[in-house]
C-alpha cells in the first residue's frame, strides 16, 4: 500500500513538472520564433526599398541590356526592373490623367533601371559604395533613392531588435528560474534518501544520476509537448492567414524547436545538477530548517 501511495505521488510529481515546464519552454519557444520572424519581416521589409539608376539618353538598348546582365551578378543586387522612357510616358499619363509631351514637345523621361537590394546591403554605408559603382558606369546620369526613409528604417529595426533582445535575455532567466523551483520542489522530497545514500557512502555522482536522468526525461517530454503546441498554433496561424507564410519559414520553425529541446534537456539538466549538488552539501539538522 505504501509503495503505491509513493508511485502515485511520484507519477503526480513527474505531470506537475512536465507542465510547468513544457509552460515556460512554450513561452521561451514563442520569443525565439519572434526573434527570427522579425528578422524575417525586416529583411522582406528592406528588399523593398528602391535604388533608381537613371539612365542617360544616348544608351543604347544593347549597352543597357549588357549593363543589366552584369549587374545581375552583383551579391548585393535582389531584383532589377528595367522601365523604358516610353513606358515611363505612359505610366505617368496613366497616373495624372494628362500628358506631359503636349506642352513640353518631347518625352521628358529618362530609361530607368529599379534595383531592389539584398537585405544585408539595404544600409548607408553599403549604399555609399554601391551607388559610387552604379555611377562610375558610363551609361548612368544618376542614381536617387530615400535615404532618409532607409535611415530611419534600419533605425527603428535595430532598436526593435534591441528590445527583443533584452525581452529574450530577462525571459531565459525567469524561465531558469521557474523550471530550477520545479525541478527543486520534485527534489525537495528526496532529500533524506539522498542524506541517507551519501552516509552509507554512495558517490555523489552515483547519487545524481537518477535524478538528473528523471529531469532530463522531463525536459525532453516538456520540450516536446512545447513545439507540438508551437507548430501547432503556429500551423493554425498561418491557414488562418496565408499571407503570413511569407514571414513563417519551415527553417525558422525547426531552429524554434530545436532550440526549445536544446534548452529544456539543457536547463533541467543544470537545475537538477545544482539542486542535488544543495542537499549533498546540507547536513542532516539543516535539512529539517529548509
Not at 509503495?3 to 511520484?10: H, I
Not at 527583443?164 to 532529500?191: C, K, P, Q, W
Request: with cysteine; hydrophobic share 50%.
Amino acid at each position: 500500500m505504501q509503495k503505491r501511495k509513493k508511485r502515485g505521488f511520484t507519477g503526480m510529481q513527474m505531470f506537475t513538472s512536465c507542465i510547468s515546464t513544457t509552460m515556460v519552454l512554450v513561452l521561451l519557444g514563442l520569443v525565439v520564433f519572434f526573434v527570427f520572424t522579425a528578422r524575417r519581416l525586416s529583411d522582406t521589409v528592406k528588399e523593398n526599398l528602391t535604388v533608381t539608376v537613371l539612365l542617360k539618353d544616348d544608351a543604347t538598348s544593347a549597352e543597357i541590356k549588357r549593363y543589366g546582365a552584369y549587374l545581375e551578378t552583383e551579391r548585393f543586387v535582389n531584383r532589377i526592373a528595367y522601365i523604358s522612357k516610353e513606358q515611363a510616358l505612359k505610366e505617368q499619363i496613366e497616373a495624372m490623367g494628362s500628358d506631359p509631351t503636349e506642352f513640353l514637345g518631347a518625352n521628358p523621361f529618362s530609361a530607368t533601371m529599379e534595383i531592389t537590394l539584398n537585405a544585408d546591403y539595404a544600409n548607408s554605408d553599403s549604399l555609399c559604395w554601391i551607388t559610387s559603382r552604379f555611377k562610375a558606369a558610363k551609361l548612368v546620369s544618376d542614381v536617387v533613392y530615400q535615404q532618409d526613409l532607409m535611415d530611419n528604417l534600419n533605425e527603428n529595426l535595430r532598436k526593435a531588435g534591441f528590445v527583443l533582445l533584452i525581452l529574450a535575455t530577462l525571459l531565459m532567466f525567469v524561465s531558469f528560474g521557474l523550471i530550477n523551483s520545479t525541478i527543486r520542489l520534485s527534489i525537495y522530497s528526496h532529500r533524506f534518501l539522498i542524506h541517507t545514500m551519501k552516509l552509507v557512502g554512495a558517490r555523489w555522482g552515483f547519487i545524481r544520476r537518477p535524478f538528473v536522468w528523471r529531469s532530463l526525461n522531463i525536459g525532453l517530454i516538456s520540450a516536446v509537448l512545447a513545439d507540438a503546441l508551437l507548430v501547432g498554433g503556429i500551423h493554425a496561424l498561418v491557414r488562418y492567414d496565408a499571407a503570413l507564410a511569407e514571414f513563417v519559414t519551415w527553417r525558422n520553425v525547426l531552429i524554434m524547436s530545436g532550440t526549445v529541446v536544446v534548452l529544456g534537456l539543457l536547463m533541467t539538466l543544470l537545475c537538477s545538477y545544482f539542486s542535488v549538488n544543495r542537499y549533498l552539501r546540507m547536513r542532516e539538522s539543516e535539512m529539517y530548517e529548509v
